[in-house]
């Protein structure tokens, strides 16, 4: 049975830091709803009612284009090892850029990603549990350095060309506001 909190508990910001990846759930006014996995050490409990997640570079920037859009996210979590739950943030996000002046500051809660684009800043609203009794269990293996290494080798210069070639709109065409 789902059960609903005004707020982040510290037994539920326990949970979200033992988790080893999380889902982020965005949609516009119109087009497509985005649903994306999430892992790495991105994701920051900043207080009960706030969220802080770091976006790297990637194949798409659809969380972004719906920002400009529409605020609202949630972002959930399923314990895959251990006693079931499944948890939900739901709340208005911001995007926050290397060019905006409060850059410096979230990202420094982060270890460095290379090819680091955005800080989404979820406000919360609703916090919600629910059972989880048909999440599969999973043994956890290791982070995947992958996206890590894919932007190294890039380096500055070729992150900054991807992202005007290929995260400056959705796949619906909407702005995302990277401008590489």
């Known amino acids: 049975m789902a059960t609903q909190f005004p707020q982040l508990t510290p037994k539920l910001e326990r949970f979200i ?11 516009g006014p119109q087009g497509r709803v985005n649903l994306s996995p999430k892992g ?6 900043l207080a ?20 400009l859009q529409n605020p609202r996210m949630t ?3 399923c314990s895959f090892e251990g006693p079931p739950m499944i948890l939900r943030l ?25 090819g680091a684009r955005q800080v989404f800043d979820l406000t919360v609203d609703l916090v919600q549990t629910s ?9 956890y293996v290791e982070q995947r350095d992958l996206l890590t290494t894919w932007a190294e080798n890039r380096g500055p210069e070729g992150l900054a ?5 290929r995260n ?13």
């Open 17 to 27: 830091r033992d988790q080893r990846m999380f889902f982020v759930a965005t949609a």
């Open 40 to 45: 790495l050490d991105s994701l920051r409990v």
């Open 48 to 67: 009960p009612h706030r969220v802080a997640w770091l976006n790297g570079t990637g194949s798409g920037n659809e969380t972004a284009a719906h920002l």
């Open 75 to 77: 972002l959930m979590f």
């Open 90 to 114: 739901y709340g208005a996000a911001r995007m926050v850029q290397p060019r905006d002046a409060d850059w410096s500051e979230l990202v420094a809660l982060f270890p460095a990603l290379p």
């Open 131 to 139: 059972c989880g009794f048909a999440v599969p269990l999973f043994d």
């Open 161 to 165: 060309t991807y992202q005007r070639e």
């Open 168 to 180: 400056a709109t959705s796949i619906d065409g909407y702005p995302t506001g990277v401008t590489g």
